[in-house]
C-alpha cells in the first residue's frame, strides 16, 4: 500500500474509531494526531481573567425568552419536556409559537431587581440567553426581525441585565444557541449543494450576531455556547476556529468553553487527541464529576436545574424540586472538585421570578453569608474524601475547611492527612474563638468532636489549622499481619 492512501486510512481509522466514543467525551486512549484546530492550548489557562472565572464558586444561569408564556402549557395541554423546547412538540403549531413575540410585554421585568436577588445570594457571575435555539433575540440584533425590539416590549433586555449586573458587580456570561430555528439557512445536518449554500449565510448571521453582541456589551467576560452538537455544525472546525479567535481578539481574557467549535473530526469538548478544546469543560449540564480524577484535571462547571429538567419557565414543575440543602451540597461538591456550580432561574412571561426559586435564592444567600469563605477562591484539597462532606482549601491563602452535611451518630468527624502534615486546629467557622476538641487516633488520623448544641437543620463548616510535622518513629507501629 502506497505511504499516503495509509496515512491517509489510518486517519479516517481513528476519526471513526474516536468520533465513536467521543462526540463530547474524553477518549480513552491518548492519541497524537496533527490537528488544525484541535486543542491551542494543553492544561488550564493562568491568567488573571480565568483565575477570577476558577474562584467564582457559584453562578446564576438565566433562560428567558418567549417560551415563558406558554410556560409549557398549549391550549390546555400539558407539555412534559423542557418548557424553552415547547416549538418542537407536535401538540403546539410552529407558528402559533414563532407569534409569540407579539405577546411579550414583560410588564414585571426589573433587572436591577434581578440583579440585586443573584448578588444576595452571593452569584459572582451570571449567564444569560441571549437566544435560546427558537432564535428569538433578548437585544435588537440588526440581523434579523425576530427580537425584542419588534415585540411590545421594545427595549433591549440584554442591556438592560449586562447593566444592572455590571452594577451588582456580578460578571456577565452570554448563552448563545449555536441551533436557530428562526433561520432559513439553519441546518442539522447537511444532505445536499443547496443546504450547504443556506448554510453558509447561516454561517455569516451566526458571526455577525456574535460581533454584535461583544460590540454591544463589551464588558462581557465570556461565551456560553449551546446547541453545537448538530452534525451541521461538527463539520465547522475551520470557520468556528477563525470565529473563536476573532471573539477572542475583541474581548482580551474571554471565556469561552468546549461546547463551541468541533475539530477537525468533528470531535465536541475533547479533541482527537483526547484535549480540552476551550477553556473549561462544559460537560457537566445536570450531574457532577464525583472524583477529581473525573475533571481530568481541568476547569469546569455545572449547570443545574431546580426541578429535574427545566430551564425555561414551566409553570408546573413535576417530579422532585432539589431543595436548599441539596443545592448547597452541589455547590460545595464543585468548588471541592475544582469546578463552579451555576443554579437555573426562568422567569415567567411577564418577568417575575417564581417564588420557590426566590425562596431557594434567600435560603442559599443566607447560607453563603456565613459561609462563602469555604466557597469563593477555594479548590480541590488532596486528602482523604470522607463521608460527613468536603473539604476544600483556599487556593490563595492555603485555609482548608470542611463542610459537614452528615453528622455521625457519635459525632466524631474523621479527618485523614497526608505525609507530614499534623492537625492543630478546628473550629466552628461561625464560632471562630470557640475551638472543637480534637483527637489524634493513629498518625495522620483524628477525630474533631462535634457536639451541636442544638439540632442543626443546614451545612455548617469547620475550619481546621495544620502543620507540617516532624514524625517521631516508635509512637504507632503498623499492624502486623
Ligand atoms: O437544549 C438546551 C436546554 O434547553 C438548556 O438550554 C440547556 C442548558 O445547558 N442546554 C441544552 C441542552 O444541553
Redesign the pocket.
Known amino acids: 500500500m502506497k505511504r499516503t492512501s495509509f496515512t491517509c486510512l489510518l486517519a479516517a481509522f481513528l476519526s471513526v474509531a474516536v468520533s465513536l466514543n467521543a462526540q463530547s467525551q474524553k477518549p480513552e486512549k491518548r492519541i497524537s494526531v496533527k490537528l488544525e484546530h484541535g486543542a491551542h492550548r494543553l492544561g488550564k489557562r493562568t491568567d488573571k481573567p480565568m483565575q477570577a472565572w476558577r474562584n467564582y464558586g457559584l453562578g446564576q444561569?438565566i433562560?428567558w425568552g418567549v417560551y415563558a408564556i406558554p410556560g409549557g402549557h398549549w391550549e390546555g395541554q400539558y407539555y412534559p419536556g423542557?418548557a424553552?423546547?415547547i416549538r418542537s412538540w407536535k401538540g403546539m403549531p410552529k407558528d402559533a409559537y414563532d407569534n409569540l413575540y407579539k405577546q411579550f410585554n414583560p410588564k414585571k421585568f426589573n433587572a436591577k431587581a434581578w440583579a440585586k436577588q443573584a448578588g444576595d445570594m452571593g452569584a459572582k457571575y451570571v449567564i444569560i440567553?441571549t437566544k435560546?435555539?427558537d432564535g428569538f433575540c433578548l437585544w435588537p440584533s440588526k440581523y434579523t426581525d425576530y427580537t425584542v425590539a419588534n415585540s411590545p416590549y421594545k427595549k433591549d433586555i440584554i442591556g438592560q441585565l449586562v447593566e444592572a449586573y455590571d452594577a451588582e458587580g456580578i460578571d456577565v456570561y452570554l448563552y448563545f444557541s449555536i441551533i436557530d430555528w428562526n433561520h432559513p439557512g439553519y441546518r442539522s445536518t447537511l444532505k445536499s449543494e443547496q443546504d450547504r449554500k443556506e448554510y453558509e449565510e447561516f454561517k455569516k448571521f451566526t458571526r455577525n450576531q456574535l460581533v454584535e453582541l461583544l460590540t454591544l456589551y463589551p464588558s462581557t467576560k465570556g461565551l456560553w455556547f449551546?446547541?453545537s452538537w448538530d452534525k451541521a455544525w461538527t463539520e465547522q472546525a475551520e470557520f468556528a476556529d477563525a470565529l473563536g479567535k476573532e471573539l477572542r481578539e475583541m474581548i482580551p481574557g474571554l471565556i469561552i468553553g468546549s461546547r463551541f467549535r468541533p475539530d477537525d473530526n468533528g470531535n465536541r469538548h475533547f479533541d482527537t487527541n483526547g484535549d480540552l478544546i476551550g477553556d473549561y469543560e462544559q460537560g457537566w449540564?445536570r450531574k457532577m464529576p464525583n472524583t477529581i480524577e473525573d475533571t481530568n484535571g481541568n476547569d469546569w462547571d455545572c449547570?443545574m436545574t431546580v426541578p429535574e429538567n427545566q430551564?425555561?419557565y414551566h409553570s408546573d414543575w413535576k417530579g422532585h424540586v432539589k431543595t436548599t440543602n441539596e443545592l448547597i451540597e452541589m455547590l460545595v461538591k464543585a468548588a471541592s472538585l475544582d469546578g463552579n456550580f451555576v443554579l437555573n432561574f426562568g422567569p415567567d412571561g411577564q418577568g417575575n421570578i417564581r417564588s420557590e426559586e426566590t425562596r431557594l435564592a434567600a435560603e442559599i444567600g443566607e447560607w453563603m453569608k456565613e459561609n462563602n469563605e469555604a466557597v469563593y477562591g477555594c479548590g480541590y484539597l488532596d486528602w482523604e474524601k470522607q463521608d460527613w462532606g468536603y473539604y476544600t482549601v483556599n487556593r490563595e491563602t492555603g485555609k482548608k475547611y470542611m463542610t459537614v452535611f452528615n453528622i455521625p451518630v457519635s459525632g466524631a468527624l474523621r479527618v485523614k492527612v497526608p505525609g507530614k502534615t499534623k492537625l492543630n486546629k478546628a473550629y466552628l467557622l461561625n464560632d471562630p474563638g470557640a475551638s472543637l476538641e480534637l483527637e489524634e487516633i493513629h498518625r495522620n488520623e483524628y477525630f474533631i468532636h462535634y457536639k451541636p448544641a442544638s439540632a442543626t437543620d443546614r451545612p455548617f463548616v469547620i475550619g481546621v489549622e495544620t502543620t507540617d510535622a516532624k514524625i517521631e518513629d516508635g509512637h504507632y507501629q503498623k499492624a502486623k499481619t
Request: glycine share 14%.
Open positions: 444561569f433562560h423542557a424553552e423546547w440567553t435560546h435555539h449551546d446547541g449540564e449547570v430551564w425555561g
